[in-house]
Antibody, heavy 116, light 108 residues
Framework: QVQLVQSGAEVKRPGASVKVSCKAS????????IHWVRQAPGQGLEWLGW????????NYAPKFQGRVTFTRDTSINTALLELNGLTSGDTAVYYC?????????WGQGSLVIVSS | SYVLTQPPSMSVAPGQTARIPCGGN??????VNWYQQRPGQAPVLVVY???DRPSGIPERFSGSNSGNTATLTISGVEAGDEADYYC???????????FGGGTKLTVL
């Protein structure tokens, strides 16, 4: 069955970078965009952007442009998110999601805590 | 770009019908998707493209979209339906994904 398995929780210092992975299985990885969405504690869903695993093309939400990078490794069916210049405001659960017919099917989430 | 507005909270008694609105400042009819998020869990798609249900989602969940308001309807509400619900659209003009602020549904 279709699965997105994400990397584990991370604790980072302010100013550091974090990398979150999302391993896909059960479908053709290059056939569907991967989106990244985050959720701060007690808050709603915030979209970061998408990557086209086939071409590597990306689209970042304006708020994160210049601070976030999406990549993929098609040899291991994995999408990656890297976020730089972390602040306490980046503390959140980060989700990857497979796009299918303009809707999203979600991974389990990866908790990132930014704390000094 | 679109702005999607949802009431922060709603409550409904078991067995009753919940209707969760999602107001948009859009013209035309972009397809609206709905997600259920139970506490501590990832969101789950319950309605896509305004009215369609993914496999495995009970028929109690339905969607509609008229004018500038999309609505998620949950018939015969059960205790397990207590969750946050988010609407979402893909703004094809700006190529951005937009979420509503979410509605916390409480089953009394």
């Amino acid at each position: 069955q279709v699965q997105l398995v994400q990397s584990g929780a991370e604790v980072k210092r302010p100013g550091a970078s974090v990398k979150v992975s999302c391993k896909a299985s059960g479908y053709t990885f290059t056939g569907h965009y991967i989106h990244w969405v985050r959720q701060a504690p007690g808050q709603g869903l915030e979209w970061l952007g998408w990557i086209n695993p086939n071409s590597g093309g990306v689209n970042y939400a304006p708020k994160f442009q210049g601070r976030v990078t999406f990549t993929r490794d098609t040899s291991i069916n994995t999408a990656l998110l890297e976020l730089n210049g972390l602040t306490s405001g980046d503390t959140a659960v980060y989700y990857c999601a497979r796009e299918y017919e303009l809707a999203l099917y979600w991974g389990q989430g990866s908790l990132v805590i930014v704390s000094s | 770009s679109y702005v999607l507005t949802q009431p922060p909270s709603m409550s409904v008694a078991p067995g009753q019908t919940a209707r969760i609105p999602c107001g948009g400042n859009y013209s035309g009819s972009p397809g609206v998707n709905w997600y259920q998020q139970r506490p501590g869990q990832a969101p789950v798609l319950v309605v896509y493209d305004n009215t369609d249900r993914p496999s495995g989602i009970p028929e109690r969940f339905s969607g509609s979209n008229s004018g500038n308001t999309a609505t998620l309807t949950i018939s015969g509400v059960e205790a397990g339906d207590e969750a946050d619900y988010y609407c979402q659209v893909w703004d094809s003009t700006s190529d951005l994904v937009i979420f509503g602020g979410g509605t916390k549904l409480t089953v009394l």
